[in-house]
């Protein structure tokens, strides 16, 4: 399983991440969560202590890292640091949530790494029609 979050998109990924966990998932779960600096992720804390389980591998990106972040992990945009990770994402199940434009880069990334279609799962950020009263 394959959960990959753009900023604030890390809320409805965190709800199936601590179902999975609760329901005692065993298989392999890799958690991208892509955000521009340092303190957008906000709960850095959680992800971490789901590490420390030996199926689950949380891969932290900034895009806009600031000066003073001193980062020292990935850098970049979240699916193109998900996608130089595998050779092929045949037999996976790709989870993604964030903005119309993130998701649409996984949708196409995943799919020429050999995703099936019915595995990619999406929540897009969809933004709401401004109406004049």
Do not use: C
């Not at 779960?29 to 957008?40: L, T």
């Not at 202590?49 to 949380?58: A, S």
């Not at 050779?87 to 964030?98: F, I, K, Q, R, W």
Request: aromatic letters at 16%.
């Amino acid at each position: 399983m394959i959960f990959v979050a753009g900023s604030t998109g890390f809320g409805p990924i965190k709800g199936i991440i601590e179902h999975a966990i609760q329901e005692g998932v065993e298989r392999p779960i890799f958690f991208y969560w892509g955000v521009r600096a340092k303190d957008g992720l906000y709960l850095n804390a959680l992800p971490e202590v789901w590490q420390q389980r030996d199926n689950f591998t949380y891969v932290p990106v900034l895009s806009a890292s600031k000066g003073g972040d001193q980062w020292q992990g990935r850098t970049g945009l979240v699916h193109e640091v998900l996608l130089s990770d595998f050779d092929s994402l045949a037999g996976y199940e790709v989870y993604a949530s964030g903005s119309p434009a993130m998701i649409e880069a996984v949708r196409q990334g995943v799919a020429m790494k050999g995703l099936a279609g019915k595995y990619f799962y999406f929540d897009s950020f969809e933004f709401a029609n401004e109406t004049k009263q």
